[in-house]
C-alpha cells in the first residue's frame, strides 16, 4: 500500500488549469511582463516540473552526504551526489527537513528529484501523465500506466467542467484533488485484476508462492520468466507430480532454462568377469537435458558413484562402510545388464569472471590511486559486524582502515602505515598514440590500428563525486582490460603478440606510494579517528572487509547471482516439487578460475617449403593390353594448379608431384595448407566404343587381366 501511495504522490500529471493559474498569480504580484505568453519553456509551471530553477525561485542549497560540502540542490549536481540524491527522495526524512526550510517549492523540488522533459510536457495533452519514479513499476506491468493513463483522461472528460471555475473559485483545486484521490483506488484495483496474469505484481506473486509450501525463498535466484511460470502453474504442478512428463517439465523450466546441466546415471555389466566369474560393473552418465557445460568422462567406477552419494546423509559414510560389498553384489547378480539407479547430478564448471584481473581487484588499485591523489574523497559508511555500529570515514580513511584490518587478520606483527605498492593501476594521463608506440618497431608499425582502438575506448579518469559514479567509471576501465586479455590471446605470431601486450601494458603502471596521511602509525591514526583496536575473529574480519570494500568501491555482492548458489535452488526446487524418491548430487568449483595464462611456445618469421606425392590409379577402360591413351590429370588446390600429362599402358599408378615454396604471412604464423577441391580424369583412346561410354553408371576402372577369358574374347571380337 505504501508503495501505491508514494507512486501516485510522485506522478506527474500535466495541468494546464494549473499551468495557466501560476500565470496569473504571477502576472498579479509581478505585473503583465513577469510571463511571457509566447514562450511556454520560460513559465514557472514548466521549469519546475523540468526540474529547472525560475527567476522567482530561491536557490536551494544542502550538505552533501558525498563529500559533506555545501551544495545547490538541483538535477545536474545530484546526478554527480548520488548519495544525496536517494538520501532526498520523497518521503525520507531529508526530503521533509528540504520542505520545511522552502515550503513554496515543492513542486520545484520534485521536479528536481524526478524531471520532465520539457518539450514532452509542453507538447502533452492536459491529464497526460509526463513522470513517475520507474522503480515504482515493475517490467512485466507494460499496460499499467497506459491503463491508468485512459482513467484520469476520462476522469477529466466526465467532471472537469472548465465554465464552472467562473462562479467558483476554488472549483479548479477541489477537482485536482478528487481526481488525486480517485487514482489511488484505481491503480490499486488494476493490480488487483492482473493477479493470476502475466502482468501480475511481485507482492501478489510472492504472497501466492509463499502460500504454496514457502516457495517465495527461490524468487531472489529466480528469473521473471521463471516466477511469472511458477505463479501461473504451481497448482497444476502440485496435482500432477509423480508424471514422467511433469518431471521433464520441471527439468526444462528450472534447469534447461538456466543451463544447468542434469545427467542420470546406470550401472552396467561389461563383457569382463572377476575370480569369482562376476561380471565387473561401472556406472555411466546419460544427459538428461543438455550436454553443456558437463563432464567429459562418461563412465565413472563404482566406488566413485558411492562417494559421490556420502555428502547426501549424515548416516552416508558409516552405511558405506558396512554395505558397499553387498550393495555391489547386488548389483552384479542382478539379472539386468542395465540397471537404473535414482542418482541424478549436476556437475558444472563456473567459469563467471574467471579473467587475469577481477572486477574487485581493479576497484582496489583505483581506489587506492583515486583517494591518494584527491580524485575520490567522498564518506564511506558501513557497519560493524561486532557491534553493530555504523562507522563513516572519507574514502581514504576507509582505505587506511581496510589496510590496517587485513594486516590485523593476517597476524602481521607491525603498527607503521606500509608503503603501498600499487601494481598495474590505470595511468592518469593517457598516452599519445606516438608514445604507445614507442616500444614498438617501425617494422611492426601495422600495429598501431590496434593501438588506436585501445586508446579511443579508454575513459578519463575524472574527479568522482559519489560511489556510483566512481564504479561506474573504473568498471569500464574492468571491462577495457578483458577486452585487451581476448585481444592479445587471439594472437599467436611469436612478436605481434609480444608486442601488443606491450602496447597494452604502456596503460598502466606499477608504483610504490606512500599513503597521503600525516600519521606514520596506525595506532595514532585510530586514535585520531577515534576507532578501536582490531579485536576480531577472523570471520569477522572478513565479513568487515567485505563491507568496507563493498561500500567504497560501490561493488554489490549479491549472493543470489553466484552460480553455485542458483544451481542449488533450482535443484532444491526439483526435490520439493518432484515426489520421486531420487538423489541430487551437485558438484561446481566454490571459487573463481584464476586463468594462469602461461608462456606457451610461440613462432614466427619462418617460411616454409612442401613437396606432396599424390598418386591416382588411372581409371580407364582397358580393351588390348596394347591400346595406349593419352590422358590429362588436373589437380586443383587453392595454392596451385598442375597439369600432369602420362602415356598410360595397362594397369598403372601415376605419381603427380606438386612441388610449391610457398610465403605465407598471416599474423606471425606462416600457415601451408594444400586443398584437393576436385580431380578431374579425361580418357580416349582410339574405336572406343560410344555406346559403353555414354553409360554414366558404368564403373571406370575396369582391368583386363580381371577379366574372365569369354569377356575378353568378347570385348576383343568388337574391335577385329
Same mark, same amino acid.
Given at each position: 500500500?505504501?508503495?501505491?501511495?508514494?507512486?501516485?504522490?510522485?506522478?506527474?500529471?500535466?495541468?494546464?488549469?494549473?499551468?495557466?493559474?501560476?500565470?496569473?498569480?504571477?502576472?498579479?504580484?509581478?505585473?503583465?511582463?513577469?510571463?511571457?505568453?509566447?514562450?511556454?519553456?520560460?513559465?514557472?509551471?514548466?521549469?519546475?516540473?523540468?526540474?529547472?530553477?525560475?527567476?522567482?525561485?530561491? @536557490?536551494?542549497?544542502?550538505?552533501?552526504?558525498?563529500?559533506?560540502?555545501?551544495?545547490?540542490?538541483?538535477?545536474?549536481?545530484?546526478?554527480?551526489?548520488?548519495?544525496?540524491?536517494?538520501?532526498?527522495?520523497?518521503?525520507?526524512?531529508?526530503?521533509? !527537513?528540504?520542505?520545511?526550510?522552502? @515550503?513554496?517549492?515543492?513542486?520545484?523540488?520534485?521536479?528536481?528529484?524526478?524531471?520532465?522533459?520539457?518539450?514532452?510536457?509542453?507538447?502533452?495533452?492536459?491529464?497526460?501523465?509526463?513522470?513517475?519514479?520507474?522503480?515504482?513499476?515493475?517490467?512485466?506491468?507494460?499496460?499499467?500506466? @497506459?491503463?491508468?493513463?485512459?482513467?484520469?483522461?476520462?476522469?477529466?472528460?466526465?467532471?472537469?467542467?472548465?465554465?464552472?471555475?467562473?462562479?467558483?473559485?476554488?472549483?479548479?483545486?477541489?477537482?485536482?484533488? *478528487?481526481?488525486?484521490?480517485?487514482?489511488?483506488?484505481?491503480?490499486?484495483?488494476?493490480?488487483?485484476?492482473?493477479?493470476?496474469?502475466?502482468?501480475?505484481?511481485?507482492?501478489?506473486?510472492?504472497?501466492?508462492?509463499?502460500?504454496?509450501?514457502?516457495?517465495?525463498?527461490?524468487?531472489?535466484?529466480?528469473?521473471?520468466?521463471?516466477?511469472?511460470?511458477?505463479?501461473?502453474?504451481?497448482?497444476?504442478?502440485?496435482?500432477?507430480?509423480?508424471?514422467?512428463?511433469?518431471?521433464?517439465?520441471?527439468?526444462?523450466?528450472?534447469?534447461?532454462?538456466?543451463?544447468?546441466?542434469?545427467?542420470?546415471?546406470?550401472?552396467?555389466?561389461?563383457?569382463?568377469?572377476?575370480?569369482?566369474?562376476?561380471?565387473?560393473?561401472?556406472?555411466?552418465?546419460?544427459?538428461?537435458?543438455?550436454?553443456?557445460?558437463?563432464?567429459?568422462?562418461?563412465?565413472?567406477?563404482?566406488?566413485?558413484?558411492?562417494?559421490?552419494?556420502?555428502?547426501?546423509?549424515?548416516?552416508?559414510?558409516?552405511?558405506?562402510?558396512?554395505?558397499?560389498?553387498?550393495?555391489?553384489?547386488?548389483?552384479?547378480?542382478?539379472?539386468?545388464?542395465?540397471?537404473?539407479?535414482?542418482?541424478?547430478?549436476?556437475?558444472?564448471?563456473?567459469?563467471?569472471?574467471?579473467?587475469?584481473?577481477?572486477?574487485?581487484?581493479?576497484?582496489?588499485?583505483?581506489?587506492?590511486?583515486?583517494?591518494?591523489?584527491?580524485?575520490?574523497?567522498?564518506?564511506?559508511?558501513?557497519?560493524?559486524?561486532?557491534?553493530?555500529?555504523?562507522?563513516? *570515514?572519507?574514502?581514504?580513511?576507509?582505505?587506511?582502515?581496510?589496510?590496517?584490518?587485513?594486516?590485523?587478520?593476517?597476524?602481521?606483527?607491525?603498527?607503521?602505515?606500509?608503503?603501498?605498492?600499487?601494481?598495474?593501476?590505470?595511468?592518469?594521463?593517457?598516452?599519445?598514440?606516438?608514445?604507445?608506440?614507442?616500444?614498438?618497431?617501425?617494422?611492426?608499425?601495422?600495429?598501431?590500428?590496434?593501438?588506436?582502438?585501445?586508446?579511443?575506448?579508454?575513459?578519463?579518469?575524472?574527479?568522482?563525486?559519489?560511489?556510483?559514479?566512481?564504479?561506474?567509471?573504473?568498471?569500464?576501465?574492468?571491462?577495457? !582490460?578483458?577486452?585487451?586479455?581476448?585481444?592479445?590471446?587471439?594472437?599467436?605470431?611469436?612478436?605481434?603478440?609480444?608486442?601488443?601486450?606491450?602496447?597494452?601494458?604502456?596503460?598502466?603502471?606499477?608504483?610504490?606510494?606512500?599513503?597521503?596521511?600525516?600519521?606514520?602509525?596506525?595506532?595514532?591514526?585510530?586514535?585520531?579517528?577515534?576507532?578501536?583496536?582490531?579485536?576480531?575473529?577472523?570471520?569477522?574480519?572478513?565479513?568487515? *572487509?567485505?563491507?568496507?570494500? !563493498?561500500?567504497?568501491?560501490?561493488?554489490?555482492?549479491?549472493?543470489?547471482?553466484?552460480?553455485?548458489?542458483?544451481?542449488?535452488?533450482?535443484?532444491?526446487?526439483?526435490?520439493?516439487? =518432484?515426489?520421486?524418491?531420487?538423489?541430487?548430487?551437485?558438484?561446481?568449483?566454490?571459487?573463481?578460475?584464476?586463468?594462469?595464462?602461461?608462456? *606457451?611456445?610461440?613462432?614466427?618469421?619462418?617460411?616454409?617449403?612442401?613437396?606432396?606425392?599424390?598418386?591416382?590409379?588411372? @581409371?580407364?577402360?582397358?580393351?588390348?593390353?596394347?591400346?595406349?591413351?593419352?590422358?590429362?590429370?588436373?589437380?586443383?588446390?587453392?595454392?596451385?594448379?598442375?597439369?600432369?600429362?602420362?602415356?598410360?599402358?595397362?594397369?598403372?599408378?601415376?605419381?603427380?608431384?606438386?612441388?610449391?615454396?610457398?610465403?605465407?604471412?598471416?599474423?606471425?604464423?606462416?600457415?601451408?595448407?594444400?586443398?584437393?577441391? =576436385?580431380?578431374?580424369?579425361?580418357?580416349?583412346?582410339?574405336?572406343?566404343?560410344?555406346?559403353?561410354?555414354?553409360?554414366?553408371?558404368?564403373?571406370?576402372?575396369?582391368?583386363?587381366?580381371?577379366?574372365?577369358?569369354?569377356?575378353?574374347?568378347?570385348?576383343?571380337?568388337?574391335?577385329?
Amino acid at each position: 500500500m505504501d508503495l501505491n501511495k508514494t507512486l501516485v504522490k510522485t506522478m506527474v500529471i500535466k495541468s494546464l488549469t494549473s499551468c495557466e493559474a501560476l500565470n496569473e498569480f504571477i502576472k498579479l504580484k509581478y505585473g503583465e511582463g513577469a510571463v511571457d505568453n509566447y514562450d511556454p519553456s520560460s513559465w514557472k509551471y514548466y521549469k519546475n516540473i523540468a526540474g529547472e530553477y525560475h527567476v522567482l525561485d530561491t @536557490p536551494m542549497t544542502v550538505t552533501s552526504l558525498d563529500t559533506l560540502e555545501e551544495i545547490t540542490f538541483d538535477k545536474d549536481t545530484l546526478r554527480q551526489h548520488t548519495v544525496t540524491r536517494k538520501a532526498y527522495r520523497y518521503g525520507t526524512r531529508y526530503y521533509y !527537513s528540504l520542505l520545511n526550510r522552502y @515550503p513554496d517549492q515543492e513542486q520545484l523540488i520534485m521536479g528536481i528529484l524526478t524531471p520532465v522533459d520539457m518539450t514532452l510536457a509542453i507538447e502533452a495533452e492536459d491529464g497526460a501523465i509526463l513522470s513517475y519514479p520507474s522503480d515504482l513499476v515493475e517490467p512485466q506491468e507494460v499496460s499499467l500506466i @497506459p491503463e491508468l493513463q485512459q482513467f484520469i483522461k476520462n476522469q477529466l472528460v466526465r467532471w472537469h467542467v472548465k465554465a464552472f471555475a467562473v462562479s467558483d473559485s476554488l472549483y479548479n483545486a477541489a477537482q485536482h484533488a *478528487l481526481l488525486y484521490l480517485s487514482i489511488l483506488p484505481k491503480l490499486l484495483n488494476l493490480r488487483l485484476k492482473r493477479c493470476k496474469t502475466p502482468e501480475a505484481h511481485s507482492f501478489h506473486i510472492r504472497q501466492y508462492l509463499a502460500s504454496n509450501r514457502g516457495l517465495d525463498r527461490y524468487m531472489p535466484y529466480m528469473t521473471l520468466k521463471q516466477k511469472l511460470w511458477l505463479y501461473r502453474n504451481i497448482n497444476y504442478i502440485e496435482r500432477n507430480a509423480g508424471s514422467v512428463e511433469q518431471f521433464r517439465y520441471l527439468v526444462d523450466k528450472l534447469l534447461t532454462d538456466r543451463q544447468i546441466p542434469l545427467i542420470e546415471y546406470t550401472v552396467r555389466h561389461l563383457n569382463e568377469f572377476d575370480d569369482n566369474y562376476y561380471p565387473l560393473i561401472n556406472a555411466r552418465k546419460k544427459p538428461v537435458n543438455l550436454q553443456t557445460n558437463v563432464s567429459e568422462i562418461e563412465y565413472i567406477d563404482i566406488e566413485q558413484l558411492y562417494q559421490k552419494e556420502e555428502k547426501l546423509a549424515y548416516s552416508n559414510p558409516k552405511f558405506y562402510l558396512d554395505n558397499s560389498d553387498k550393495v555391489t553384489d547386488v548389483f552384479r547378480t542382478t539379472n539386468t545388464s542395465v540397471l537404473q539407479t535414482k542418482d541424478l547430478e549436476s556437475n558444472m564448471v563456473d567459469y563467471n569472471d574467471a579473467v587475469p584481473d577481477p572486477l574487485e581487484r581493479v576497484l582496489m588499485r583505483q581506489w587506492f590511486y583515486a583517494v591518494n591523489n584527491n580524485l575520490y574523497n567522498v564518506l564511506i559508511s558501513f557497519k560493524d559486524p561486532k557491534t553493530s555500529e555504523t562507522r563513516t *570515514l572519507y574514502a581514504l580513511d576507509a582505505f587506511i582502515y581496510y589496510l590496517y584490518i587485513l594486516i590485523k587478520r593476517e597476524e602481521l606483527d607491525t603498527d607503521d602505515i606500509p608503503i603501498y605498492l600499487n601494481i598495474k593501476y590505470r595511468r592518469p594521463v593517457l598516452p599519445t598514440l606516438n608514445e604507445i608506440m614507442s616500444v614498438v618497431p617501425d617494422k611492426y608499425s601495422y600495429l598501431s590500428k590496434y593501438a588506436q582502438v585501445i586508446l579511443d575506448n579508454q575513459p578519463n579518469l575524472d574527479p568522482s563525486y559519489s560511489t556510483e559514479m566512481f564504479y561506474n567509471q573504473y568498471f569500464k576501465i574492468y571491462e577495457e !582490460s578483458k577486452k585487451h586479455w581476448y585481444m592479445v590471446s587471439n594472437i599467436h605470431g611469436l612478436n605481434d603478440r609480444g608486442y601488443l601486450q606491450g602496447i597494452v601494458n604502456q596503460l598502466y603502471e606499477v608504483k610504490y606510494a606512500t599513503i597521503n596521511t600525516p600519521h606514520e602509525t596506525f595506532s595514532s591514526w585510530l586514535g585520531f579517528n577515534n576507532l578501536p583496536e582490531y579485536d576480531y575473529t577472523y570471520e569477522q574480519a572478513d565479513e568487515l *572487509l567485505i563491507s568496507i570494500l !563493498s561500500n567504497a568501491t560501490g561493488l554489490v555482492i549479491d549472493d543470489s547471482r553466484l552460480l553455485k548458489n542458483i544451481q542449488k535452488a533450482m535443484l532444491d526446487m526439483m526435490t520439493e516439487l =518432484s515426489s520421486y524418491s531420487v538423489q541430487f548430487i551437485r558438484e561446481i568449483n566454490a571459487d573463481r578460475i584464476t586463468p594462469i595464462t602461461w608462456p *606457451l611456445t610461440r613462432v614466427g618469421d619462418i617460411t616454409s617449403s612442401v613437396q606432396q606425392e599424390v598418386y591416382v590409379e588411372h @581409371p580407364v577402360r582397358i580393351t588390348d593390353s596394347s591400346t595406349k591413351t593419352m590422358n590429362e590429370v588436373r589437380v586443383a588446390s587453392d595454392i596451385s594448379e598442375v597439369i600432369c600429362t602420362q602415356t598410360l599402358s595397362g594397369d598403372k599408378e601415376v605419381p603427380i608431384t606438386i612441388s610449391n615454396t610457398l610465403t605465407s604471412l598471416v599474423n606471425e604464423s606462416y600457415v601451408v595448407d594444400v586443398y584437393y577441391t =576436385s580431380i578431374n580424369i579425361s580418357a580416349d583412346y582410339e574405336d572406343k566404343d560410344p555406346t559403353i561410354n555414354a553409360d554414366e553408371s558404368a564403373i571406370w576402372i575396369e582391368h583386363f587381366h580381371n577379366l574372365s577369358n569369354e569377356q575378353k574374347l568378347e570385348l576383343k571380337s568388337i574391335y577385329d
